[in-house]
Each structure stands twice: as C-alpha cells, then as structure tokens.
C-alpha cells in the first residue's frame, strides 16, 4: 500500500504540473483487512507493536483526503497475478482481465 501511496502522489503532481485538476480521492484496493484498518484508524494504530514509517505516510494521505481505501477480495485481486502462484481458471481470469491474449493460440 505505501509504494502504492507514492506512485500515487507522484503522478497527482505529475498532473497538477501539467494542470490537469483531480480533486477527487484516488480509490486504493487492498485485500488485507488488517492493513485496512491500521492505516485509517488511528485507535488501532496505538495497539500494534511495530508500526513502519510506510504506514503513517498511508495514514497521512488517507487523512488529506488524497487517497481513500477499500477492500477487495483475495480472489478479484488481479495484482496477484504478479506475486504468487494461482489456479489455472483463476490465472487465466486474471490474464482476461489485465487484456493480455495469446499470441501463439491458432485462430
């Protein structure tokens, strides 16, 4: 979520340079609850043991109004598809929804 955060900050001042306005919140999608929670409340916050700088600066940009967060199920998570092994009908969903085709499929 924290790399998220800047790439997302990075390209609203990448568009204000170029003076295009977007004053709405950019949605983040998560599918960990946990994370969730840590980053918007700061009450939870107080509980955990270990908190990284990365979190706060989500808190931060949560609290501006700049990003706001929600969460999305493990399975509807396309992002995965880049991080750990999945299913075959799950894999193959997932390439559908990213655009990718099969070049070498006969036609």
Not at 2 to 17: I, N, V
Request: glycine residues 2%.
């Amino acid at each position: 979520m924290a790399a998220t955060t800047c790439e997302l900050t990075w390209l609203r001042y990448l568009l204000q340079d170029l003076q295009v306005e977007h004053r709405q919140p950019v949605t983040l999608l998560c599918d960990n609850k946990a994370a969730l929670y840590i980053a918007a409340n700061p009450v939870y916050h107080e509980r955990t043991k270990h908190i990284e700088l990365d979190c706060h600066t989500v808190r931060e940009r949560i609290q501006n109004g700049e990003i706001q967060t929600a969460h999305v199920q493990t399975k509807h998570q396309v992002a995965d598809i880049f991080t750990k092994p999945l299913p075959a009908p799950l894999f193959q969903s997932h390439l559908g929804k990213l655009g990718v085709i099969d070049i070498h499929t006969p036609t």
